[in-house]
């Protein structure tokens, strides 16, 4: 009688304890939004996501490139004559000057045009009278040169445009009624030609060159 009785506390036991196990395993899976991020995951990281959107929708876009020319620093009264090997110019000769304003009505000499290029700066260029496409353009560049500015700023200051191009995290539109396409965009030894804008890659090429000094 006794071993009957040992029996059925034991039973009771292990019952009670099966119980309190197959409790807890639910309340550890109330579904899927209580799951640790998959591997390779980092919601953490708005900067990357925010970084890699520009290149998204399409491939990367990174214009042809072209054997570096040097750096050498032209000094004053030293000609200007040199004969790049890509239109518009992507490295080479140029004098150390840079812009005022980040959105120009008038051409930028060779000379400047690389020294921008140099300090890992990006130039979009057009070579048409074309207003529509200039306002496109300048449209695309303002999205990251205002990031530069003060929030309450409508116009940057030309000693602002001077330090974010001496830092090479400038965006510049300009005519350049020389070259054979339509817009150009180049980089330190890359050049890309379009025949009409394209946001997609005007903005992946700008993604995968601005910021990459050579200096």
Known sequence: MNDIRV????????????LVLAGCAGARRPGLADVSPAAGANP???TASASSA???GGPV??????????????????PDDFVYNSDPPSSGPHRELFTDTFISNKPLPSYIQVHLLEHGNVLLQYSCNCPAVA???????????????????AQPTAAEVNN????????????????KS??????????????????QKINSFISAHLGNPTE
Not at 188 to 193: K, N, P, S, Y
């Open 7 to 18: 029996a059925q506390r034991c039973l009771a036991v292990f019952v009670l304890v099966a």
């Open 44 to 46: 953490a990281s708005p």
């Open 54 to 56: 520009a290149i998204s």
């Open 61 to 78: 876009f990174l214009g042809n490139h072209y054997t570096s020319q040097g750096h050498t620093h032209l000094v004053t009264g030293e």
């Open 135 to 153: 306002a496109e353009l300048a449209q695309i560049a303002m999205q990251y040169d205002k990031l530069l500015m003060p929030a309450d700023e």
């Open 164 to 179: 974010a191009q001496d830092q090479g995290k400038a965006v510049i539109v300009a005519p350049y009624p020389h070259m």
């Open 182 to 199: 339509k817009i150009a965009l180049s980089a330190w030894t890359h050049v890309g030609a379009l025949p009409s804008v394209d946001k």
